[in-house]
């Protein structure tokens, strides 16, 4: 398959959203319309798939014991089933979004940084799956150094929020005006 490197945005070829990655993004897969989807996105994307099947699962575990069984589960199940859904699956598909559809920052810009979006996905989905994990085995167990994971996991994803914040702030911005077309 041949690797394109470019920038993806709903734009005309020529176009600031449409020029080619200076941060050396390689975009192999090509998406609705086609864009290209960079391996990034794409692992936001089918990450927060994961998170949210994961999510249901343990949401049905719940519903089941509750009103099939009779055994209302830990309180912890119920925090874990919503991590795993409000920031594993809503957070991270609009982080994964976001970094895909904003504009591109200007060449000269060096704000954003692609290796930090790199790093605060990481951030994201191993502080992620360690709360979720951590909750649900204190909640089976009661092990109280467990409690000290979910603290340090919950920390991690405020940081990671944090910097995916910091990062895409200066990509929020009015695109550059369009000259009109000469005559």
């Known amino acids: ?4 490197r470019g920038i993806v945005g709903l734009a005309d070829a020529g ?3 449409s020029r080619a990655a200076e941060d050396g993004t390689t975009f192999d897969r090509a998406g609705a319309g086609g864009l290209d989807v960079p391996a990034l996105v794409r692992r936001y994307i089918k990450t927060s798939f994961v998170f949210l099947l994961t999510g249901l699962l343990l949401g049905g575990y719940i519903t089941l014991g509750e009103f099939f069984l009779g055994v209302y589960p830990p309180r912890l199940f119920v925090t874990a089933h919503v991590h795993l859904l409000l920031v594993g699956f809503m957070l991270m598909i609009v982080m994964g979004v976001a970094t895909w559809m904003f504009p591109r920052p200007a060449r000269d810009d060096t ?3 692609p290796e930090l979006a790199e790093a605060v996905y990481w951030v994201m989905t191993v502080a992620t799956a360690v709360r979720a994990g951590a909750e649900v085995g204190a909640g089976l167990t009661g092990a109280s150094a467990l409690r000290a994971f979910i603290t340090l996991a919950g920390l991690a994803q405020l940081a990671g929020t944090a910097l995916f914040v910091l990062n895409m702030w200066w990509r929020v911005r009015m ?3 369009v000259p009109p077309p000469s005559r």
């Open 111 to 113: 704000r954003y940084r």
């Open 1 to 4: 398959m041949a690797r394109a």
């Open 175 to 177: 695109p550059a005006p």
């Open 15 to 17: 176009t600031p959203q």
